[in-house]
């Protein structure tokens, strides 16, 4: 059975910065591709950064060049750094993991079928 924990949300100021970590047991990080989600509350989920099994990454626009996506595959992880946060960055961000192992449609929730619980994002002005 496939876990998916995420850790690392919390509160920051804008222009903080915050890493978030996805712990997924009975799966490899490794052979998958994995990618990470945000929910605001009263929309809908959206795709914020994927990663392939071969360490392609593909971004949103609203995040590109601010957030960091990764794999330790040692550690068996994935990662989430997100730089210069913005109040419309406030979500609940999920961790997602997929059989898939290609890179197409990083950021479609559609391309994955285990999903963690969240981790609460806040960033205040």
């Known amino acids: 059975q496939v876990q998916l924990v995420e850790s690392g949300g919390g509160s920051v100021q804008a222009g903080g910065t915050l890493r978030l970590s996805c712990a997924p047991s009975g799966y490899s990080a490794r052979n998958y591709r994995m990618g990470w989600f945000r929910q605001a509350p009263g929309k809908e989920r959206e795709g914020v950064a994927g990663i392939s099994a071969y360490g392609t990454t593909t971004y949103a626009d609203s995040v590109r060049g601010r957030f960091t996506v990764s794999k330790d595959i040692l550690k068996n992880t994935l990662f989430l750094r997100m730089n210069s946060l913005m109040p419309d960055d406030t979500a609940m961000y999920y961790c997602?993991?997929?059989?898939?192992?290609?890179?197409?449609?990083?950021?479609?929730?559609?391309?994955?079928?285990?999903w963690g619980q969240g981790t609460q994002v806040t960033v205040s002005s």
């Open positions: 997602a993991a997929s059989i898939r192992s290609d890179t197409y449609e990083l950021l479609d929730v559609g391309g994955y079928s285990y």
